[in-house]
């Protein structure tokens, strides 16, 4: 049924003509990208890096004046147990410390029996390396670790920053969120092959990806969490975008059209809203710079990178693909379309909705302000070993420490005189409330150990009450609090004093090119306002289950940076969905002119992919729930509650009801700025 064979002229059009007639080049230039940087990266190997350094806050010039001072080297701390008391078990414990001395790079390591528990079944021993933990090599962390734990009878556990680089390890996420993403492709189009194509596509995408950034990773400061994060985000919108054009594809061919003529037409459309939607992601991700976070820059940029890569392999990759398999395809495609009629249900709903548009509208605001309500009880901190699997042997030195010593003592705070009498500050801290212990003054100095754990509320708290009505009270001099709680709650003051800026500039930038690409002042605003609102669901239910402990989840606070990331990769997600529906809306009103139909049509021909593609997002976000991390527990948690309040609530009740009762102004662009705004068109 070649019965229309004119092709569209546009530049993705063109794009995909290149790719189909030079399938097998295009197809071997990303087999060799592929290749390539995973090659190069093997031998290179990854220097990523955690920077939680905040210039100029209290807690950065704490940890300044100690480098400063001390001797650089990373550490790790050895935790033995004897029920019947280790000075007991002095024997093994003095050949396995000779042991560990023998390691490479360990410059000195102190007796146990030196800092025993009160009952003396509990000690530690401190490891200094001559090295940073980044400059250690693996296998040595490795042999290191191994060593130690053969203290005989003793138990053993061990903590520290180069413990943290061979623990844990990477969950089954990637492979179970693929796996269920190709499940869902195949009962949308009744076809392997055709299933498998999004996810090749995003294969390449992702693993190209991963290979650049490993080997910039030497260049720029990339948090070591950047990796899993990018797999997270590349498989889930690059599949999204591969189903986005190849469901566009197969309405082409099931319209009439050749094969080579469908595929150019479908890069020509729903190309156009992938490049535009991926464009709102990168603005969101860029637009963490704006918070000036050093941390943050480097996952900002690399998870860019990602989208940017999935859109080059959905509108080049993709249409070589389906000109290699294209008669295949199109025989799988026309026998099962045959079977159902193509949005009926979806037709349905839009009548439904668009009859009584009241009812829906409030549905969907109550569901999204209700659930956004917990997030305004959100405690952000920093992770540590607390939040560890329970079998980790750092959750257990963790637990060891706090048995032996108490709850505080993994998260001392450190008090810097930087011209006051330290005696007078050892005296005033002893005698604080809070502060279960005080260590004499080293120099400048002062440790203060609290009775509470590091992610307890109540520390934070303790800090505030330090800086503001403690140390104030002393006379002469200036004092500084730092330690890892008042790192953290020198980073949640830091983002919120910038959110606001970050929030106008990635809200600002996406609603302006919504209003250029749509022509419209009514649409950005609630394309804008219902982003927000499902992003502030999400961020409730990520409160409730890991803040107040819903579900069975350890409570404790958010990972300090997880909600901006959150908020700019959901933003941007959101956009997505938008574009891909709007657009289709739009395609119909400026061909009808019909403000109704152009809703029904639009939701009846977005409907079944935009929820195929929320599936796939929600399945590939929701598998990181099975990662052993925390930090990567919450961001899977909150992508896809976002992305599934988006596809089921926003997109199929509140956006065809709002558009129903703006009717025709939903597309109203006063003259004199319809004038001055470019053009730039997601319809041929």
Not at 90 to 95: D, G, K, L, Q, V
Not at 438 to 447: A, D, F, H, S
Not at 650 to 676: H, N, S, T
Request: hydrophobic share 50%; with cysteine.
């Amino acid at each position: 049924m070649d019965t229309i064979t004119r092709p569209t002229g546009g530049s993705l059009a063109k794009l995909a003509g290149w790719a189909q007639r030079h399938r097998w080049l295009a197809v071997a230039l990303w087999a060799l990208v592929l290749i390539g940087v995973t090659f190069t990266s093997r031998l290179t190997g990854s220097a990523f890096h955690d920077d939680n350094s905040l210039p100029g806050t209290e807690s950065q010039q704490v940890v300044d004046m100690l480098q400063n001072t001390a001797q650089s080297g990373a550490s790790a701390q050895i935790m033995f147990k004897a029920d019947d008391g280790l000075a007991t078990q002095r024997a093994a414990i003095e050949n396995t410390l000779g042991n560990v001395r023998s390691q490479p790079h360990v410059r000195s390591v102190t007796d146990p029996l030196d800092t025993l528990s009160r009952d003396g079944r509990i000690g530690y021993a401190t490891v200094t390396f001559d090295v940073a933990s980044t400059d250690l090599a693996y296998d040595d962390i490795v042999k290191f670790a191994d060593t130690a734990k053969r203290a005989g009878p003793v138990e053993v556990a061990l903590a520290g920053d180069p413990i943290e680089r061979i623990s844990g390890g990477g969950g089954p996420a990637e492979g179970v969120g693929l796996l269920a993403a190709l499940v869902i492709l195949v009962f949308l189009f009744r076809s392997l092959l055709a299933a498998g194509l999004p996810v090749i596509t995003a294969v390449f995408a992702v693993g190209s990806t991963l290979g650049v950034i490993t080997v910039i990773s030497h260049f720029v400061d990339i948090a070591s969490y950047t990796s899993p994060l990018m797999m997270l985000v590349g498989f889930g919108v690059g599949v999204d975008y591969a189903l986005l054009i190849f469901s566009r594809y197969r309405g082409e061919l099931l319209a009439g059209h050749d094969r080579d003529t469908a595929a150019r037409r479908a890069l020509d459309t729903a190309g156009r809203s992938v490049l535009f939607a991926g464009t709102t992601v990168i603005i969101a991700l860029l637009g963490l710079l704006a918070l000036g976070l050093g941390g943050l820059r480097g996952v900002a940029l690399a998870v860019a990178l990602t989208v940017l890569m999935t859109m080059l392999a959905s509108v080049t990759l993709l249409p070589a693909l389906l000109s290699l398999f294209g008669e295949r395809l199109e025989r799988g495609i026309r026998k099962h379309a045959a079977r159902r009629e193509h949005g009926k249900t979806w037709r349905r709903l839009a009548d439904g909705v668009q009859k009584r548009p009241l009812a829906p509208l409030a549905i969907g605001l109550i569901v999204l302000v209700g659930l956004s309500i917990p997030a305004a009880g959100m405690r952000l901190g920093f992770a540590d070993a607390g939040t560890d699997p329970a079998g980790s042997t750092t959750r257990q030195a963790y637990d060891l420490l706090a048995e032996g010593f108490g709850p505080g003592f993994s998260g001392p705070l450190a008090i810097v005189s930087e011209n006051g009498d330290t005696a007078a500050l050892q005296q005033k801290l002893a005698a604080t409330p809070g502060i279960a212990r005080v260590l004499p003054p080293m120099g400048r100095t002062v440790l203060a150990f609290p009775t509470t754990s590091p992610q307890d509320e109540a520390t934070a708290e303790l800090v505030t009450r330090l800086r503001t009505d403690v140390l104030p009270t002393l006379p002469g001099g200036h004092y500084l609090v730092g330690g890892s709680v008042a790192a953290a709650t020198d980073f949640a003051d830091a983002v919120a004093d910038r959110l606001p800026l970050f929030v106008l500039v990635v809200v600002g930038l996406s609603a302006l090119l919504l209003m250029v690409v749509f022509r419209s002042i009514l649409i950005p605003l609630k394309a804008a306002l219902l982003n927000l609102l499902s992003i502030g669901a999400s961020l409730g239910v990520m409160t409730l289950v890991f803040g107040d402990g819903w579900f069975g989840a350890q409570p404790g606070p958010i990972e300090a940076f997880v909600p901006v990331m959150i908020f700019a990769i959901v933003f941007g997600l959101s956009m997505d969905y938008e574009v891909f529906l709007v657009s289709r809306m739009h395609e119909e009103w400026r061909r009808t002119g019909d403000a109704r139909l152009a809703v029904r049509e639009g939701l009846a021909s977005t409907g079944a992919v935009i929820t195929a593609a929320g599936a796939i997002m929600v399945l590939v976000f929701g598998a990181f729930l099975l990662d052993p991390s925390r930090m990567l527990a919450q961001f899977g948690l909150g992508l896809a509650t976002a992305v599934l309040l988006d596809a089921l609530v926003i997109r199929c009740l509140v956006v065809p009801a709002v558009m129903r009762l703006l009717g025709a102004r939903a597309w109203w662009l006063p003259r004199w700025l319809d004038r001055r705004l470019p053009h730039l068109a997601l319809e041929p």
